[in-house]
């Protein structure tokens, strides 16, 4: 009874320690567990998305004089003007400023807060958010993220191929690059072609640098009182494998990953949300992390495009994925991407438990009923396991007025009542720790599945019946919290009373504390809790009247 106890007592307290985390999140106080975001500041004029590059920052000078200057040197005039690109999945902004991503709408995915407005990925708007997609030539004599281009006449929505192109043009110091965004009907992967032109006089050996800019601050389409999710850059490597970064190590210079490779991408992660650049395959590159400006990080990708002869071009393909972490759409951008969608510690138990639930899913085509199918066979497969706690359960109950009745014949000496509770559980057969032991054995995967409702954007958007129309959020009436609150404290009369006064008022003090926490949780994940409760209450109703045996004429 004391490891059961010890048991019970660690849930009490880390349930309190968590909703005291919450609540205080609520009120704008800093995470227990995380360290606070740092405020980001505003870029400076000048300062394209207040992002620095691998290539230093040109002198300043007046418009007027930088422009002729370009003139006279043949490079592209600087002119910021917006090109916005519309598919059926996407609608993105480019500035014709250095050919940059500024701003992306997934169309299809709602946002957390309001759902009149739609999921943003990439935006510049300190100190809101910044978030770039950033592609160039390395080095001030050739064009980059802050040189101007020329967008090419064209549609700019999709067309009968069921695709539509952007080409921007720039040239400096003789050397063209020319960027083609190439989008696709239905797709989060965009198509990225970089092309160079070498129109000295000598030949040039440029190399081409794809990266992903972004501040540190926790996106703002996570709820406050969602589950802790990874937030941050990630790398992978055929060798390395998946690692996942953070920006407190960026921060400090202090991080360390793969960086060479001749495969492979790197990303930046988010609840629920992706976004990657991913070179093609077998072309050698250095991956680099660094610090670009006061609470901003940049995670980018190096390509060598080699020798290129006085009127060659070289091309260099590759694709920028930005968008939901749907399994089925992860496994086919690359090797490895799939493990973008974070589950943490038991993710080797839980990718099976969301293919089996993916299965049930497209026979059932509702999240809400996959759920509780995927809970009754868990509880089916279980069933061993639970029977026989609770039947340990039921013979601790039965057993509860002889082992008080010990203890008040030796309260006066623990050491003869610990014999005689010893001896009086040989008699009867019974193991007082029986009861925790399969539960125990269940954890991980409970925990797993826990781990998959709330890592799934496949939930997110998705309605069950009724009064709930996100799985991913919070009951908007609180009826199923008020259904766990009430099976928990259903379950808790089932259980055999603790012989301590303080510790039985403890375990009916439990399901308010439970019930408050999963006020703020997912719904999903409390309509899992409240079909395995009501299913457990069955099953340990069922075999405690099987134990207690017909009752007396």
Known sequence: MDIKRGVLWFVLLFSIMTLWNKWGMYNGKPSMFSPAPVEISTPAAGNAGGAKSDVP?????????????AVASGETPVHSELITITTDVYKADFDTEGGQLKHLELLQQKDATDPTKNVVIFDDAPPKLVYLAQTGLIGEQYPNHRSGYIARPGPRSLDASNQVQLVLDS??????????????????????KHEVTNNTG??????LYLQLVRDGNKPETVSRFAPSTFNGPA??????????LTFEKIEKGTEEHATQADNGWVALIQHFFVSAFIPQQKTPREIYTRKVDTNLYAIGTKLPLGTIAPGATTAMDAALYSGPQETALLEKVAPGFELVKDYGFFTIVAKPIFWLMDQIHKVLGNWGWTIIVFTLLMKLVFFPLSAASYRSMGKMKILGPKMQALRER????????????????????????????????QMPVFIALYSVLQASVETRNAPWLGWIHDLSTPDPMYILPVLMAISMFIQTKLNPAPPDPVQAKVMMFM?????????????????????????SIAQQWVIMNKLSGPKPA
């Open 235 to 244: 790398v992978y490597t055929d060798a390395d494998k998946f690692q996942k």
């Open 57 to 69: 920052a040109a002198a300043a000078a007046t418009a007027a004089a930088a422009a002729a200057a």
């Open 410 to 441: 030796y309260k006066s000496d623990p050491q003869k009542m610990n014999q005689a509770m010893m001896e009086l559980y040989k008699t009867e057969k019974a193991n007082p720790i029986g009861g925790c032991l399969p539960v125990l054995v």
């Open 202 to 207: 000598a030949p040039i050996a440029p190399t």
């Open 171 to 192: 040239e400096k110091g003789g050397v063209k690059l020319t960027k083609t965004f190439t989008f696709k009907r239905g797709e989060y992967s965009i198509d990225v």
């Open 511 to 535: 399901p308010l504390v439970f019930s408050a926490m999963f006020f703020m949780f997912p719904s999903g994940v409390v309509l899992y809790y409240v079909v395995n409760n009501v299913l």
